[in-house]
């Protein structure tokens, strides 16, 4: 079980973006795990068994809820990691709940009242991301329908915001007025931020890999509890947001840079 952190030490939600075959999955955990011993921080492993909302309709999408359970299950059992996955349908919280200790509902549904309240029914922690067209305050509403549903653990993950055509902008007030408008942890999710849907090869999502270190500078000092940061062995054969995807191999020294900002900001705001 994890429990989000308020001031005493970020957590880190990462992994790849969704189920995919091989070995992927396990190297991951296996190197999660070692960052989570090493830096002393809550690491929650994310893969999603679906990718429900891809860009093209013929792009891969990933195993579907029972095979892609058994595999988180696994990766779960070896790592020693909590796990966490994204639902899509109301249908989908009572099994992914029976095997992940985490579930977030993805920004396009994040104002879905039934799978809200199928998540928070389930008493696991939630993690709702802020669609790409609210403002941090109507997010309220939708913690809200969690919270009355059951589940006393929340997050929410500011990913960036719509401006202009395909690209994304991220307004580092929304941290505090998140927090102030839901009561929960707020996550800022690196690298679905630095997204360009739409814009990648064959009308796949595009992106802009090196604006994820400085965000995630400006986040930790702007005042997030955690950060969210898809990463891959090799990004560009990921099967799904391969523009966007942090490599593993890059991981330890991002998240270095990144803690080190974080202790420091609350050092100056507490003193």
């Not at 952190?5 to 999955?25: K, N, T």
């Not at 999660?32 to 013929?58: I, T, W, Y």
């Not at 195993?63 to 990691?81: C, H, K, T």
């Not at 639902?87 to 009572?94: D, K, L, P, R, T």
Request: charged residues 20%; aromatic residues 6%.
């Amino acid at each position: 079980m994890i429990s989000w952190s308020f001031g005493q030490v970020p957590f880190l939600i990462a992994g790849p973006c969704v189920v995919e075959p091989g070995d992927v999955l396990p190297r991951v955990a296996e190197a999660l795990a070692r960052l989570a011993l090493e830096r002393g921080m809550p690491v929650c492993f994310k893969a999603s068994f679906d990718k429900a909302n891809r860009s093209n309709g013929a792009a891969p999408r990933g195993p579907g809820l029972d095979e892609g359970l058994r595999v988180l299950e696994r990766v779960r059992a070896e790592s020693g990691l909590p796990v966490l996955t994204d639902i899509h349908e109301a249908h989908q919280a009572g099994p992914a709940a029976a095997v992940v200790d985490v579930l977030q509902i993805p920004a396009f549904l994040c104002r879905q009242t039934d799978l809200l309240v199928a998540a928070g029914r389930t008493g696991k922690p939630v993690n709702v991301k802020k669609g790409q067209w609210m403002q941090a305050e109507g997010m309220a509403g939708a913690l809200e329908k969690v919270r009355s549903a059951g589940s006393g653990e929340l997050a929410v993950t500011e990913r960036g915001t719509f401006f202009g055509y395909g690209d994304l902008v991220v307004d580092m007030r929304n941290f505090a007025r998140l927090r102030a408008a839901t009561g929960a942890a707020v996550v800022f999710d690196a690298t679905h931020s630095v997204q360009q849907p739409g814009q990648g090869v064959g009308g796949a999502s595009g992106g802009r890999r090196e604006f994820i270190p400085p965000l995630l500078a400006a986040a930790a000092v702007a005042g997030a509890d955690g950060f969210f940061v898809e990463t891959h062995p090799d990004p560009a054969r990921a099967p799904s947001d391969a523009a966007t995807q942090w490599p593993l191999d890059r991981l330890g020294d991002l998240l270095d840079r990144t803690l080190d900002l974080w202790s420091r900001a609350r050092h100056v705001a507490h003193a």
